[in-house]
């Protein structure tokens, strides 16, 4: 995002092939997606009325252009400097103001989500049943948990569905839906994150496809499942945590959660980190077909 409201994305060319898919796909929703961590602008941008209208024209004319379907709000975080952006007391309101104006320019038939997290201090920060008026989806980053952490420390999920000795104290999943739901936003908003890569702390990533390439059950390394967490790990050849991921087991019981907690479903982060396509499929039929995905693990785990 430039100082004035405008922004620019990575590549023309490759969101125009994104919406081109379409074609391919009439039901194919496409969002563009604004901000990240670190990504400067916000605070300015939902500063004043002005400002919070010139960033909604901004937005609307890239929806325009390329026929998107909405867009991904992604403001790591309002009210916070932990990314290393400018923040403000006022980001708090100035959010949902934001949301408001975007909601007004872009009409009501075009998506509006956000990108957040459900702690306790995202939420003591975002008006979650404020801007829960405003938007179609809040997208749950739940992974990452243990990307801060060094030592020994790191050794714990970064994805976990549900709390357990092998995880952070007071985070998963569930916890972050819960705070979320508790907060006043509407549990059929809400999509859960699913990271397409494992973790060690804040410094040790792999994505699936290396954990597939190298790591599963081979080279010295073997596969763990922590039945509390729902979750697997991987330990090495000394029996050492390595790092945390998710796998078709652990996307299933999230699926499953999905149904139980009337969720509105689940989210990958990213997908050219699983090439082979083995985990999104799974999270689509854990959300389509769940008794296909169950009968493909049985088979695995016979």
Not at 67 to 72: A, E, H, K
Request: with cysteine; charged share 20%.
């Amino acid at each position: 995002m430039k100082p004035n409201g405008e922004f620019e994305v990575y590549s023309k060319k490759h969101l125009q092939q994104l919406a081109d898919l379409r074609f391919a796909n009439p039901n194919l929703k496409v969002l563009l997606a604004i901000g990240g961590w670190a990504a400067e602008g916000f605070s300015d941008a939902a500063l004043t009325p002005t400002s919070r209208f010139d960033f909604a024209r901004e937005v609307q004319k890239w929806v325009k252009e390329y026929n998107l379907d909405g867009i991904d709000l992604d403001w790591e975080y309002p009210g916070s400097s932990v990314s290393g952006i400018k923040s403000r007391p006022q980001d708090t309101e100035n959010f949902t103001l934001l949301l408001d104006a975007l909601r007004q320019v872009l009409g009501p038939n075009k998506l509006i989500t956000v990108a957040g997290t459900g702690s306790k201090s995202y939420i003591s920060k975002v008006q979650i049943k404020e801007i829960a008026k405003f938007i179609d989806y809040f997208n749950i980053m739940s992974y990452d948990f243990n990307a801060g952490e060094t030592g020994i420390s790191a050794n714990n999920h970064q994805s976990n569905l549900f709390e357990s000795d092998l995880g952070l104290r007071g985070i998963s999943t569930d916890v972050y839906v819960n705070n979320l739901i508790d907060a006043g936003m509407p549990s059929e908003k809400l999509l859960i994150g699913v990271p397409f890569y494992g973790r060690r702390g804040a410094t040790n990533t792999k994505t699936y496809d290396e954990i597939r390439g190298f790591y599963l059950n081979k080279n010295g390394y073997a596969v763990k499942w922590d039945d509390e967490a729902k979750a697997p790990y991987i330990i090495d050849s000394n029996g050492s945590f390595a790092f945390s991921f998710d796998n078709e087991l652990s996307i299933y019981f999230k699926g499953q959660y999905v149904f139980d907690k009337c969720l509105g479903g689940m989210f990958s982060w990213q997908s050219n980190f699983d090439n082979a396509n083995l985990l999104s499929s799974a999270m689509h039929t854990a959300i389509n077909d769940p008794r296909q995905l169950e009968s493909i693990l049985k088979s695995y785990y016979a």
